[in-house]
């Protein structure tokens, strides 16, 4: 069981704009802006998408924001491509000086 | 261009100990934080380990506390994870991940191509 919960999956079309949730405590999201998002595409590494809650790493396109709310944080993909088709992951600093990841949610571009 | 190159992976009976490396280039290894993540096969992420730049401070999930031990070589630029007593249960693929800070592996923002690990009689 991960410490943080995210939905098993989510689809859309492209184009459209899709939300992903994280949801955590007071120990990890709620406690600390320092929640991160990862996509991984299937035989791959995990790729940094948003650190820090809302920051992206160079290289990466405007079309990935993040936000936070109390123990919630969430990533939003707008303009939707087939390409973005993957798994992706958030994951919080904890109280316990350590990274919790959760479950995974996997995109589907139909 | 960051690369970070996992070796030491393979195929260990339970009970056994290993020794995983991570060859780090292109960056100031020296000054940032590492991790290491392992992703058992068709499932989702889970953090192992952390070390601060200095490998001064270092921090473990409570699951691996006490049988994983990490520790790093600032001159050779090499990252480490020694694992014992290991489990079926700990097969995955390990990955190692920079950081972005010196002192607390929060985030890994480069990622290398993983070691596989397989525990199995």
């Known amino acids: 069981q991960s410490a943080l919960t995210q939905p098993a999956s989510v689809s859309a079309s492209p184009g459209q704009s899709i939300t992903i949730s994280c949801t955590g405590s007071?120990?990890?999201?709620?406690?600390?802006?320092?929640v991160s998002w990862y996509q991984q595409h299937p035989g791959k590494a995990p790729k940094l998408m948003i650190y820090?809650?809302?920051n992206r790493p160079s290289g990466v396109s405007s079309r990935f924001s993040g936000s936070k709310s109390g123990n919630t944080a969430s990533l939003t993909i707008s303009g939707l491509q087939a390409e973005d088709e993957a798994d992706y992951y958030c994951?919080?600093?904890?109280?316990?000086?350590?990274?919790?990841f959760g479950g995974g949610t996997k995109l589907t571009v139909l | 261009e960051v690369q970070l190159l996992e070796s030491g992976g393979g195929l260990i009976q339970p009970g056994g100990s290993l020794r995983l490396s991570c060859a780090a280039s292109?960056?100031?290894?020296?000054?940032?934080?590492m991790s290491w993540v392992r992703q058992a096969p068709g499932k989702g992420l889970d953090w192992v380990s952390g070390i601060s730049a200095s490998g001064g401070t270092t921090f473990y999930a409570d699951s691996m506390k006490g049988r994983f031990t990490i520790s790093r070589d600032n001159s050779k630029n090499t990252l480490y994870l020694e694992m014992n007593s290991l489990r079926a249960e700990d097969t995955a693929v390990y990955f190692c991940?920079?950081?972005?800070?010196?002192?607390?592996?929060?985030?890994?923002?480069?990622w290398g191509q993983g070691a596989l690990v397989t525990v199995s009689s």
């Open positions: 991940a920079k950081g972005r800070s010196r002192i607390a592996p929060r985030e890994g923002d480069s």
């Open positions: 292109g960056f100031s290894f020296s000054d940032y934080a």
């Open positions: 820090d809650v809302n």
């Open positions: 007071s120990s990890d999201v709620g406690g600390y802006d320092y």
């Open positions: 994951s919080s600093y904890t109280r316990n000086n350590a990274v919790a």
